[in-house]
Structures are given as C-alpha cells and as structure tokens.
C-alpha cells in the first residue's frame, strides 16, 4: 500500500490566490482528516469525514477555507482567497475506523507571500 | 482545552530511560501517541483506551489513567532512531475520531 498520498509537496503562492490541496487515503479506510501544524499552534484539526461525508469541521479557520471528498478515494482542500497567515504544513491522514491510529500522508507545505 | 506535555524536551544518552507525559483538565475516552521526525509525517504509535491499560511496542509503553486524565509514554534503552517530537492526541468526544494534540516534547539521543 503506498499510504496516504498528498499533492503538491510544497506550494508557494502570492497572497489572493486561490490554493487547492489533494489527498488520496488508504483504500479501505472509512475516515478522513486535514490537519495543520504550525510552529505556534501546533496540528490543529481542521476538517474530518466520515464515508465521504463531512463529519464535523469546527475546526475550518474561517469561510476562506472549503473541503470536499467527492470520493472515497479522493479529498480537497481549498483555500480562497489565501493569505500569508495560512502559511503552514498541512496533513492530511486516515483511519480505517474511529478508535484506530491514523496514518498521516507526508504533507503539503503552503507558503503563501 | 489542548493537552500539555511534559518535559517540553529532554536529550539522552542511548541507552537511557525517559518518561514523557500528557496531562488533560478534561476527561479523555483514549489517548494516542506519535512520533515525528523532522520534516516528516507523524507515524503512530499506540493507543490506549478507558481503564488504565498499559500497551507496549518494542521497548516503548505507555500507560493511561482516566482517574488522573493523564497519560504517560515510556521509552527504555533509547536508541537513536527514538530521536524526534512526540505528540499525544487526546479524544475527548469518544469514537476516536476527533483527537486534539498536545503541545509536543521534542527527545534527542545522542552517542
């Protein structure tokens, strides 16, 4: 299996522009999750899905942000307008069921200038 | 509401015993542990449950008390691959489907 697989791996943009992040989880697994790590906060949970379905996204900074799991195979997220605020590493992972561990994807760096 | 671990970092000698834990002021369902290395993804390792288990993975254990809210992750005969910042993940909805991450403790073995 070749895990949870994230695009692009890094992705520097101007402040304005719209900025899409794809990840493709583990055939099988019913859950999925994005997540953002910054040095000051830390992974914060953004966004989580269950059978495609968005479960609970609390965690979406503000309406600038969207995610879609059209498929089980396939999940978004987008950010627009960004800003440089929004410059984090980005995860996103998945669970074959809750209470299982997560295996997370490598992460998309975003810097926005 | 995030957890907060301690020691926020710690360097050992290979071979050396640590002990890293994660306090919560709210009641957990279960706590997980990762471990990342720089620059890479989190990679799981254990999780534990309500009822004060104690898991083990190689000569990595942990344990949880639910009575404390708090849980600790134990590291024996460190070996440099151990090097990295571990993170607890605390699930405080149950289901385990919604962990909040602590702050991270940052461990380096040295020769």
């Known amino acids: 299996d070749a895990g949870v697989i994230q695009s692009p791996r890094h992705e520097v943009t101007e402040m304005g522009q719209e900025v899409t992040l794809r990840c493709k989880p583990i055939s099988g697994h019913d859950y999925l999750f994005w997540y953002r790590q910054t040095m000051m906060r830390g992974l914060e949970l953004l966004i989580y899905f269950n059978n495609n379905v968005p479960i609970d996204d609390s965690g979406m900074p503000e309406d600038r942000f969207s995610a879609k799991m059209p498929n089980a195979s396939f999940s978004t997220l987008k950010i627009q307008p960004s800003e440089p605020r929004d410059s984090a590493v980005y995860f996103c992972a998945s669970s074959v069921r809750g209470g299982y561990g997560y295996t997370f994807g490598s992460g998309t760096r975003l810097t926005v200038v | ?111």
């Open chain 2, 1 to 111: 509401q995030q957890p907060v671990q301690s020691p926020q970092a710690v360097i050992l000698r290979e071979g050396e015993d640590a002990v890293i834990n994660c306090s919560s002021s709210k009641a957990l369902y279960s706590v997980h542990w990762y471990r990342q290395k720089h620059g890479e993804a989190p990679i799981f390792l254990m999780i534990l449950l309500k009822g004060g288990e104690q898991k083990g993975h190689d000569k990595i254990s942990a344990s949880f008390n639910e009575k404390k809210q708090q849980s600790s992750l134990y590291l024996t005969a460190s070996q440099l691959s151990y090097s990295g910042t571990y993170f607890c993940g605390t699930d405080y909805t149950g289901g385990g489907n919604k962990l909040t991450f602590g702050t991270g403790t940052q461990l380096k073995v040295e020769l």
